[in-house]
């Protein structure tokens, strides 16, 4: 089946350096990928829609020069947390749309675990 | 966005039927009922989706109301491999792919 890979799993970093965090669908091409960030015992929190070629839509309350999505081509979209710290400590998953099948199932990536220090 | 209403948990025994259920009165036509769950520290997995009528597949089946404001998922002999949480969620139809939003999803226990 579809699969979208998502890297790095897991991230360290000092505070005040910045992230990137790619998500990739391996054997279809999304024309919409979508970022999610989950805390601890909570559920998943969209935080922007991204759309290739184009500029990301983000969720309200979501800094966009916080967090950086780029979407340059079908297969590959992502998510630099800038100039981190610690309180955006937290899992961040992607997820992708068959562009073919835009009504059917998303597929989600294994997510990435950030810990700022 | 058409929200939906679960049980915060749900337990059953291993072996056992489960039936998961999901109010959505607030549906609209063109919306897909989906269901994902997620294991700790992974990424949430598709289960099934369906829009009017009832749906299987090799994980579960999906029980839709006439009217389509309520759905259930079935798993039919839950194994300690289904423990996780469980997402119902409706997604509207569109051309580019529309945002899923997530709930606050229903916990599944399962007992040996």
């Known amino acids: 089946g579809a699969v979208v890979s998502q890297h790095p799993s897991w991230v360290i970093c000092k505070s005040g350096t910045s992230v990137k965090i790619e998500c990739r669908s391996l054997d279809f091409q999304a024309t919409t990928m979508f970022w999610y960030r989950q805390f601890p015992k909570q559920s998943l929190m969209l935080m922007a829609t991204s759309n290739e070629g184009s500029k990301a839509t983000y969720e309200q309350g979501v800094e966009k020069d916080k967090f950086l999505i780029n979407h340059a081509s079908l297969t590959l979209s992502t998510l630099t947390v800038t100039s981190a710290h610690p309180e955006d400590s937290s899992f961040y998953i992607c997820s992708a749309t068959n562009r073919e099948r835009p009504d059917e199932k998303l597929f989600f990536g294994s997510g990435t675990q950030l810990s700022v220090l | ?112």
């Open chain 2, 1 to 112: 966005d058409a929200k939906t209403t679960q049980p915060n948990s749900m337990e059953s025994n291993e072996e056992e039927p489960v039936h998961l259920p999901c109010n959505h009165s607030t549906i609209s036509g063109t919306d897909y009922i989906h269901w994902y769950r997620q294991l700790p520290s992974q990424g949430p997995e598709y289960v099934i989706h369906g829009l009017t009528s009832n749906v299987n597949n090799r994980m579960a089946s999906l029980a839709i109301a006439e009217d389509r404001k309520s759905s259930t998922l079935i798993l039919h002999r839950a194994t300690l491999r289904d423990a996780a949480v469980y997402y119902c969620i409706l997604r509207a139809r569109g051309l580019y792919g529309n945002k899923l939003v997530f709930g606050a999803g229903t916990i599944l226990r399962v007992k040996s």
